[in-house]
């Protein structure tokens, strides 16, 4: 008796934990799209691109590196930059943050999203507006209910890598 009570509690234990994952997985309507960036932040080009500098913002796209939506650098070839290209941003917490540009209502990768400044971002055609600044690239204007599509930073020593 003991023993059948002991498997039941086992397997019922076992059930709910393989299945807490279920639903909470987030998928992006933004296609999948290799991405794979590493800048080193002592690069002159890159020096003020750290973590101390809450705000700034890169872009990177097919036609390269874009610092604060002015300066431009040729990507390389082992650049990967996702479906619509990449902002990343120093967000208020002074830590790196990674979008797709394209906006999950459109999935236009030929519209991509206009970043405006380092804490905000706005759609061309649909003119949602996404809040970059905490780390999420939540939409604020209610026309979507998807975030940007994210992908992971990592920052160690003087490199930052992007990938997802």
Known sequence: MRLTKCLIVF???MLGLSSCGRGLVYTSAVPNAPVQISINTKDAF???FTPD???QWLIV???GFHLNGKQTLPRTFADY???AGLVIVVNCYSQYSAYDL???NCLDRNHPVE???GSTAVCPICGEVYNLAFGLGDPTMGIGKEFLRRYSCMYSGDRLTVRN
């Open 11 to 13: 397997l019922t234990t």
């Open 46 to 48: 890159f020096v003020h």
């Open 53 to 55: 500098n809450v705000g």
């Open 61 to 63: 796209d097919k036609d």
């Open 81 to 83: 930059y996702g479906y």
């Open 102 to 104: 394209c906006c999950p």
């Open 115 to 117: 970043v405006l400044d």
